[in-house]
């Protein structure tokens, strides 16, 4: 059974950066596309950028040029690294991953708050 882990968050002042970990168990790590999503309060989860297994990355436009996705396939891991972040960027950050007919392979897990605030 496949299982996410996400870490990292935290609270952070508007223009900072932060770097959030989503670490992988019980699948082969390599063989499918990750995505990171983003939910805040009273509002619907958004997709904030996604890899695939081959490395082709995806953006929302509210984040491109900011945020940057990458994966590390030895470590089971996927990262974000969020920069210039603004206020509206506060939300519980969730990963998972989605194999080549695009089902997704797990539960939805804890997430990781990132609060942008002065």
């Known amino acids: 059974q496949v299982q996410f882990v996400e870490t990292g968050g935290g609270l952070v002042q508007p223009g900072g950066s932060l770097r959030l970990s989503c670490a992988a168990s019980?699948?082969?790590?390599?063989?499918?596309?990750m995505r990171w999503y983003r939910q805040a309060p009273g509002k619907q989860r958004e997709l904030v950028a996604a890899v695939s297994k081959d490395g082709s990355t995806f953006y929302a436009d509210v984040v491109k040029g900011r945020f940057t996705i990458s994966r590390d396939n030895a470590q089971n891991t996927v990262y974000l690294q969020m920069n210039s972040l603004k206020p509206e960027d506060t939300a519980g950050y969730y990963c998972n991953g989605y194999n080549v007919y695009g089902t997704q392979l797990a539960s939805w897990g804890q997430g990781t708050q990132v609060t942008v605030s002065s």
């Open positions: 019980g699948s082969p790590f390599s063989a499918y596309s």
